[in-house]
């Protein structure tokens, strides 16, 4: 697993910390008549990849990127994903230790049909979000070690994609 330079945590623990106490700032900073920054950030991975609605089956109609985002599951969805963020945040100086966290993630994200295209498309959202939040503060440095991060993060959860894949292949 790469390790990110101290520049890198710096920035990244700097602008997590600025989004809010509460650490999953989508949950709780209003962004618009719909919802939560939360329903904003998840629009735009919709808008991303309109594809990734259909992934959702939940016992609402997800049939439109609105019924989804006003789901309770998916919410709560939205909710773990930004607590993985934050655990990678929290162990920025030993993301190592998150490895079979991560590849069991991965794993699962194979099991329901999601590609490893996804989370690019994730973290497209996150960046998206970030500047959003941030304004001036979203810098091209603080951008890069967010990529940084996020692409460890990936690369744990893109082999245990991999190795469920190959498991179910035997």
Not at 96 to 118: C, I, M, P, W, Y
Not at 123 to 143: N, V, W
Not at 154 to 159: D, G, L, P
Request: proline share 2%.
């Amino acid at each position: 697993m790469e390790i990110l330079s101290e520049k890198d945590k710096e920035l990244i623990r700097g602008s997590w910390e600025s989004l809010g106490k509460n650490k999953i700032p989508h949950g709780i900073i209003m962004f618009s008549s719909s919802g939560s920054r939360v329903l904003f950030v998840c629009g735009r991975l919709f808008e991303l990849d309109p594809e990734l609605l259909s992934l959702f089956h939940y016992n609402t109609n997800c049939g439109s990127s609105q019924d989804c985002l006003s789901s309770p599951e998916f919410l709560e969805h939205v909710t773990k994903v930004m607590l993985v963020v934050d655990a990678a945040v929290s162990h920025l100086d030993d993301l190592h230790s998150l490895e079979d966290f991560l590849l069991n993630l991965g794993r699962k994200h194979q099991a329901v049909g999601v590609s490893t295209q996804s989370f690019a498309t994730v973290g497209e959202a996150l960046l998206y979000m970030l500047q959003c939040s941030l304004g001036q503060a979203y810098t091209a440095p603080l951008r890069q070690a967010w990529l940084n991060m996020y692409s460890i993060v990936v690369a744990a959860m893109s082999r245990g994609w991999a190795k469920n894949g190959e498991d179910k292949a035997d």
